[in-house]
Each structure stands twice: as C-alpha cells, then as structure tokens.
C-alpha cells in the first residue's frame, strides 16, 4: 500500500503500536459524537487496527486505511481512508482540529483516488450539523450533492433520534478543472491602472473604448475595458478584456464579443480580438482565456482560427452566472499573448 505525503504528514499503514494512538482520539466523545461508532473500548481500537492491517495486505487493496503522522515528531494524531467506491473518511484527535491538518489529509486522499486507482467520482457523507466536516469538503472543492432529512439512527450520545446526512462528491474532471483554474490564478498580471489606449485599428476594422470598468472587490469582478467593435464609422459588435485571472473567469474567460449579425462571417470577431493584444501586453498578462458555450460553433470557429487551444470541455457550475444565463457546458480556450 502505497504511503502518501503532504506538507506536514506522513500518512501510512497503520501498525498494532498505533494502539495508543489511535485510541486516544477514537475513544473521545467528541470526536465521535457526529459519527456512526464510539467512543471506542480498547477492544474495538485494537479490532480497527487489524482490520487496517488486514485490509492493507489484500491484493487488489479496496480499503486504503491510513495513519496521518505529523513529519516533524512522527507523532500519530489521526487517521484517514479511501475506499474502492469512491468514499472518503477521516478523523483527527480534537487537539489537531482547525489546523488544516484534515484539508491537507483530504487533497492527498483526492490526488491518489484520481490518479493512482483511477477514481472517476469520490464522494463522503457527514452529519448535517457536523459543521467543520462539511466545511473541509467544500474547501477541497467537493459539491453538496443533497441532504437527506432523517437519513440514520443518531449517534447515541446524541439526544436526537435521527440524524440528517449530508452528501458531497467530486468528479475526476471537476478535480482537475481546479488544478487548471489554481494554474490559471497564478499567471502574471499587472495593473495600476487603466492606460492611455493605442489607436485599435487594422485597417479593416477599429476599437473604440465606451468604458473602463473599475474592479469591484464584493463581486471578485476584475477591471476590464470594454470597445465598440467599428468599420467605416458604423458600429458592428462589442468586444471587452478583462484584466487579471479568477475562478470566474476560468468559465466566463478574459476575453468577451459580439458581432451583429447581419456583419457575422466576415471574420471581425478575430481581427477585434487582434486588435485588444497590445492592451492584454501592457498589462503583463501571457494567456487569456476565451469560452463560450458549447452549441455556440460559431464562437468556437473564432477561437480556432485565432490558433487558440481547446483546454477542455468544463461543466458550468452552479455559481457562476453563465449557468444562470442556461450554460450546462462550455469550451474553455487558452490563447497565448505573444
């Protein structure tokens, strides 16, 4: 069974002289209280273990039971797994809690699920009210797939006598859409302001600015200039670039146009993208990313022959607008400013 590494954690097979350690956090009442079994005996501690260790000499493995030790001590201070189905679980003795210990624990479960058993969805359950369990979840970047009213007997020393059950998963794909967007996020970007704009004209078609939109903190809106796209004096479209990189702009990308049209397949969408480069330039950036949906194969033809390169097809989260306007999935493409 193979060991995993984090910044802080050693995590590995567990062994019997884990048994100190391993009972002291699974025979705490609140490290249990949200969860299906404990406090533990001493009895079942030693039970769990073997079953760890059972479990880790199979061939195929399907429950990669893991010990989470602290590198610096070699200190055992909780334990993790993740299944064949795709299940994630973990605990950690209380006085590690609020450390990032369990995030750190979570993003090497997700890693090797996806990549070494080739996972294609991992998921975990937790008790709704389980409130730092769902929290990490949701900063490993899982979705809330449902709750479940009622769901399971309550914990015994819990005075409910049901508990509602939360569900969380990740794709493989939604996983590695967030390695792109933190890829993404930490491309160079310059900005002190907006500058004194060039003349934007190939001789065909000219830019001209209507507005610079200042970044807007709340809404993690970045600043952007927006042009009307113009040929012969008469405005044919819009185009605007958006400065800087986030989440949101993975989906909704840097760059946005619009060609009316009675003027569309002539090719003006291209050369305004041309056109906006030496702005994109001036303020450090290397790539912009241009998306749109994935009926739109007229958007899509413009990316290509811009000679932009499709990263992937990404499912449009729920959050971002795009999904409010009916996008369920869009082309992201990367386009290098060179």
């Given amino acids: 069974m193979k060991t995993l590494e984090t910044e802080r954690l050693i995590l590995r097979k567990l062994k019997e002289d884990d048994f100190d350690a391993v009972h002291s956090y699974m025979c705490c009442a609140e490290?249990?209280?949200?969860?299906?079994?404990?406090?533990?005996?001493?009895?079942?501690?030693?039970?769990?273990?073997?079953?760890?260790?059972?479990?880790?000499?199979?061939?195929?493995?399907?429950?990669?039971?893991?010990?989470?030790?602290?590198?610096?001590?070699?200190?055992?201070?909780?334990?993790?797994?993740?299944?064949?189905?795709?299940?994630?679980?973990?605990?950690?003795?209380?006085?590690?809690?609020?450390?990032?210990?369990?995030?750190?624990?979570?993003?090497?479960?997700?890693?090797?699920?996806?990549?070494?058993?080739?996972?294609?969805?991992?998921?975990?359950?937790?008790?709704?009210?389980?409130?730092?369990s769902y929290r990490l979840m949701e900063r490993l970047g899982m979705r809330r797939e449902g709750l479940f009213?009622?769901?399971?007997?309550?914990?015994?020393?819990?005075?409910?006598?049901?508990?509602d059950q939360l569900r969380y998963a990740i794709l493989k794909d939604e996983w590695e859409t967030q390695k792109e967007i933190a890829y993404y996020n930490a491309l160079p970007v310059k900005f002190d302001g907006f500058i004194n704009l060039p003349?934007?004209?190939?001789?065909?078609?000219?830019?001209?600015?209507?507005?610079?939109?200042?970044?807007?903190?709340?809404?993690?809106?970045?600043?952007?200039y927006e042009f009307a796209v113009c040929k012969g004096g008469e405005k044919i479209g819009d185009i605007n670039l958006r400065i800087g990189y986030t989440d949101g702009l993975y989906y909704c990308g840097q760059v946005g146009y619009n060609i009316d049209e009675k003027h569309c397949g002539n090719g003006y969408a291209?050369?305004?993208?041309?056109?906006?480069?030496?702005?994109?330039?001036?303020?450090?950036?290397?790539?912009?990313?241009?998306?749109?949906?994935?009926?739109?194969?007229?958007?899509?033809?413009?990316?290509?022959?811009?000679?932009?390169?499709?990263v992937r097809v990404a499912r449009t989260p729920e959050w971002c607008d795009l999904y409010k306007e009916g996008h369920r999935y869009d082309n992201i493409f990367e386009w290098s400013v060179e």
């Avoid at 009213?149 to 508990?163: C, F, G, M, T, V």
């Fill in 270 to 310: 291209g050369r305004a993208c041309r056109l906006i480069l030496p702005v994109a330039k001036t303020h450090g950036m290397t790539k912009l990313l241009i998306t749109n949906n994935c009926t739109n194969a007229s958007s899509k033809r413009v990316c290509e022959k811009l000679g932009a390169k499709l």
């Fill in 31 to 132: 490290t249990s209280i949200y969860l299906l079994w404990g406090p533990n005996i001493e009895e079942e501690a030693r039970s769990y273990i073997n079953l760890a260790m059972t479990e880790a000499e199979k061939n195929p493995v399907f429950h990669y039971h893991y010990a989470a030790v602290l590198k610096e001590t070699g200190k055992l201070i909780g334990g993790c797994r993740v299944s064949g189905d795709g299940s994630l679980f973990w605990a950690l003795h209380r006085d590690y809690w609020k450390q990032g210990y369990g995030t750190e624990m979570g993003k090497a479960l997700l890693k090797f699920g996806f990549e070494e058993l080739n996972l294609r969805r991992i998921y975990a359950t937790c008790d709704a009210e389980n409130i730092g």
């Fill in 199 to 224: 003349e934007l004209s190939d001789g065909v078609i000219y830019l001209v600015c209507t507005d610079k939109k200042p970044e807007i903190l709340e809404k993690k809106w970045v600043p952007a």
């Fill in 149 to 163: 009213i009622e769901a399971l007997p309550a914990h015994k020393l819990s005075d409910r006598q049901y508990s």
